[in-house]
Nanobody, 115 residues
Framework: VQLQASGGGLVHTGGSLRLSCVASGVFVSINLMGWYRQAPGKRRELVGFIAPDGLTHYADGLEGRFTISRDNSKNTAYLEVTRLEPEDEGVYYC??????????WGQGTLVTVSS
């Protein structure tokens, strides 16, 4: 499974963005798709994940400004972030789990938040 994340860039504080993650390659099915982020100098942390039926789980404190969705017909997951804060700056990574419960990682997309 190859994952291509996109949608990062420069966003002003208080703005919004939508990241996309497309899964491609050889697989029978994509199960959980997730998003992680890593701020400069900090550890990578979970943002949340979404099951094929649309059920979502978010890390504590992130639900509300972060919304994960997916389009199974396109093997694509989305992460929408609203009211961006400087602390949201970092590299955002997507993950996908295939039918063998193997998790794959994308290369990450950089989000820069300017005040």
């Amino acid at each position: 499974v190859q994952l291509q994340a996109s949608g990062g860039g420069l966003v002003h504080t208080g703005g919004s963005l939508r990241l996309s993650c497309v899964a491609s390659g050889v697989f029978v099915s994509i199960n959980l798709m997730g998003w992680y982020r890593q701020a400069p100098g900090k550890r990578r942390e979970l943002v949340g994940f979404i099951a094929p039926d649309g059920l979502t789980h978010y890390a504590d404190g992130l639900e509300g400004r972060f919304t994960i969705s997916r389009d199974n017909s396109k093997n694509t997951a989305y992460l929408e972030v609203t009211r961006l804060e400087p602390e949201d700056e970092g590299v955002y990574y997507c993950t996908a789990e295939n039918e063998r419960e193997t998790t794959f990682w994308g290369q990450g997309t950089l989000v820069t938040v300017s005040s």
